[in-house]
Every structure is written in structure tokens, then in C-alpha cells.
């Protein structure tokens, strides 16, 4: 499977395409509503961005209390129930008076949610996919939440100059409850990929199997960390340059675009497994010369040129799925998202932090310097990873 034609033709890739890009829509307009409301209230880039990548705290915990669930509940009905949930979750958002920390209260449970949300999403990828497959519909998926981000953050903008922050945040809600009604009209019922019954024991179980080899550890450490650092450069681009927020968003989420497609459909699979590491330390790159404080437009041509490095999760998710069986796709790939979001939230939160005592452009230099060292100490274990045998498989458990 190499073409797009060959992709959409496959049996409901396109209602879940659809799905994931109205998710995404809500997400990115809801996001820069909360940092909007949070920021102009409290004036501290440290609560905006936790408003902005909070919930990401939220997939950490249900990443090793609720992940079981994603193998083990029928995927139409969880996503589409998911899908109601957020709408309900955004829609409190929008009430005025909210304290912030009820609000950052309210985020957190819906990165609960999140948690199981994207292993149940991508284990589905798979079965809906042949394995040939699997990368170009990721990358196509990756593409949509680029696109999304992009016209996201520039309706957002818009909707936010004419409806407020709390309108936009109730446009978010109606574009969660659109994509539960496509993930509930468009995908067939399915029964859950593995047996038995969710459970914070089979989390933490299959946790351990996944975490106990030691080329899958440094390709989830590397799906996580160097990314998730670059993510707290993100959080910073509304105290950075207010005004022009959306604009540097907007320009990170092409760059991301461009980078998944350019992978995804133009470069041979053999030499993907080699663009892993180039494309980790091109994430971190551009974001140094914030150093010299860059006006808005060279920074946000900067964040497009990064972000196209986030390419680099496309070769290191093909990995991480070659090195583990397909009933357990759903749990490694939910712990790849769920840690990644984790990851991203102690990145915003850390990113705030250092902006809290110094600059948010020395905070986002911080931040890529330590993205840029920290993908060097992982070389050594991925060129592993990407050579040798995966070891013994995560073996199926049933019950709970």
C-alpha cells in the first residue's frame, strides 16, 4: 500500500480519518481558547500553559491506571463515547466565573480520557490497515492533525474575535460531538482485541512486559522525550509573541504537516530507519537561534522548519510495532501516546517555569538545547533498536 488512492479505498480509513481531524479541530480551537482565558486572567505563562497541555498530565496517570482498556473495549463504542465525553468536558470550560483551578481541574480528567482514546484510535489503524500499510495511513493521520492545527489556530482566531474565548470553546464541543456521530455511523462494531476485563493490574502488567525489553525502552524514551521538550518551546509561543501566537502555531503545525508527508509518502522504506536520529536533532535545531530573539515572522518560518523533525515518531512508532506482537499494539501504542502527552505537559510545565524566572525566549533556547542532548544519548540504543531482533513478545494475558 503506497498511495493515498490505495489508502482511502481501504474500508473505513475514511470515516477514522474524519474522526481524528474534527477531534483535532476541537482540541486545537478549544487549546487556544483555555490559554487565551488563562493567560489575559493570571498573566503567567506557567498557567497558560498548563491550560494549553495540562491534560497531557491526565494521559500519564490513565497511561498506568486505564490503558488495559485499550485492547479490551469495542472500538466504535469508545470512541464515539469518548468523542461525547470531551464535548461535555469543553463545554464546562465555557462557563464563566470557572476558577482556574477547576479548570485545570477539568483538563486533567479529559487527559484521562485521552489515555485510552489513542490506543484504541491506532490499535484500530491497525486492524483496519494491512501491515504495509500502517505508515502511510500514521503519516496521512499525522497529516490531518497538522491540517487541523493549521486551520485550527487560524479559525480559532477568527471565532475567537467574534464569539470570545467561550464561544470558541462551545464550537470546540459541537466539533467533539460531530466526530462522535462519524466514528459512530462510519466504523463497523468490533469486539475488543484482547479478552478479559480492563484493570489497573493489566496496565501494569502489560506495562512491564512492554517496558522489560530494552530496545523497546529506548525507542518509547525516544518517542517521548526529545519531542515532548520541543512541545514546551511550543507552550511558550503566546508569551513569547501574544499578538502572533496563532501565527507561530499555525506555522509549527505545516512544518509538521510537511515533514509527515514528505516520509510518509515520498521516501523509500529503507531508508526510513536512517532519518530517525536527523530528524530528532532538526527538531531541536532552529529553536536555538531563538537566542537572538527573532520577530514573529522569522519565528514562525523557525518553528515550521523544526517541526517538520516530528517526522521522526513515523519511523520510531514502524519500530516500536515491529518490535512488539499485534495483540498488544493497542497498550504500546496507547504508552507511546500517553507518555509522549506526559512527557509534553512536565516539558510545558518546566518550559513555564524557567519563562516564570527569566524570558520565554531563554526558556524556549533551554528547552531545545536539552531536546538536542538528550536524542545524542539515545543514538547508541536506537542504531540497536533498528538492527537487531526484537526479543521475546509481550505475551497475551487474560482477565484482568
Given at each position: 500500500m503506497r498511495t493515498y488512492r490505495e489508502l482511502f479505498g481501504a474500508p473505513e480509513f475514511a470515516p477514522l480519518?474524519?474522526?481524528v481531524s474534527l477531534q483535532m479541530a476541537a482540541k486545537t480551537v478549544s487549546g487556544l481558547a483555555v490559554g487565551t482565558l488563562v493567560y489575559a486572567a493570571t498573566d503567567s505563562p506557567l498557567?497558560?500553559?498548563?491550560?494549553?497541555?495540562?491534560?497531557?498530565?491526565?494521559?500519564?496517570?490513565?497511561?498506568?491506571?486505564?490503558?488495559?482498556?485499550?485492547d479490551r473495549l469495542p472500538p466504535r463504542a469508545t470512541l464515539a463515547g469518548l468523542a461525547v465525553a470531551f464535548a461535555a468536558g469543553t463545554a464546562l470550560l465555557a462557563l464563566p466565573g470557572l476558577p482556574v483551578g477547576a479548570l485545570l481541574a477539568v483538563i486533567l480528567v479529559l487527559g484521562l480520557g485521552a489515555s485510552v482514546g489513542g490506543g484504541v484510535r491506532y490499535g484500530l489503524l491497525g486492524e483496519i490497515l494491512p501491515p504495509q500499510g500502517y505508515l502511510l495511513g500514521r503519516s496521512v493521520l499525522n497529516m490531518s492533525v497538522g491540517a487541523m492545527q493549521i486551520c485550527g489556530f487560524a479559525a480559532g482566531a477568527l471565532v475567537m474575535a467574534v464569539l470570545s474565548p467561550r464561544g470558541t470553546l462551545l464550537a470546540g464541543a459541537g466539533l467533539y460531538l460531530a466526530a462522535a456521530v462519524v466514528a459512530r455511523a462510519g466504523l463497523r462494531a468490533r469486539p475488543p482485541r484482547a479478552t478479559g476485563r480492563p484493570s489497573v493490574a493489566a496496565t501494569w502488567r502489560a506495562n512491564r512486559l512492554l517496558w522489560s525489553s530494552r530496545l523497546r525502552r529506548h525507542v518509547f524514551l525516544a518517542l517521548w522525550v526529545p519531542n515532548g521538550l520541543i512541545v514546551g518551546c511550543e507552550a511558550l509561543f503566546v508569551p513569547y509573541a501574544a499578538g502572533q501566537a496563532g501565527l507561530l502555531f499555525a506555522a509549527a503545525a505545516a512544518g509538521m504537516l510537511a515533514g509527515d508527508t514528505v516520509l510518509g509518502r515520498f521516501v523509500p522504506p529503507h531508508r526510513r530507519p536512517r532519518l530517525g536520529v536527523p530528524l530528532l536533532l532538526l527538531l531541536a535545531g532552529p529553536y536555538l537561534i531563538f537566542a537572538f530573539g527573532p520577530a514573529p515572522g522569522l519565528a514562525a518560518a523557525l518553528a515550521a522548519l523544526a517541526s517538520m523533525g516530528f517526522a521522526a515518531?513515523?519511523?520510531?512508532q514502524e519500530r516500536l510495532l515491529a518490535l512488539t506482537?499485534?495483540?498488544?499494539?493497542?497498550?504500546?501504542?496507547?504508552?507511546?501516546?500517553?507518555?509522549?502527552?506526559?512527557?509534553?505537559?512536565?516539558?510545558?510545565?518546566?518550559?513555564g517555569t524557567v519563562a516564570q524566572f527569566t524570558s520565554a525566549r531563554a526558556a524556549i533556547v533551554v528547552m531545545a538545547a536539552a531536546s538536542a542532548a538528550v536524542t545524542l544519548l539515545l543514538v547508541p540504543g536506537l542504531r540497536s533498536a533498528a538492527t537487531r531482533p526484537a526479543g521475546p513478545p509481550v505475551p497475551a494475558r487474560p482477565g484482568g
Open positions: 480519518f474524519a474522526t498557567l497558560a500553559a498548563l491550560s494549553m497541555f495540562g491534560s497531557s498530565f491526565g494521559q500519564v496517570i490513565g497511561a498506568v491506571t486505564l490503558l488495559s482498556a485499550a515518531s513515523l519511523v520510531l506482537p499485534g495483540e498488544a499494539h493497542g497498550q504500546a501504542l496507547g504508552l507511546h501516546s500517553s507518555g509522549q502527552m506526559g512527557m509534553q505537559a512536565v516539558a510545558a510545565t518546566l518550559a
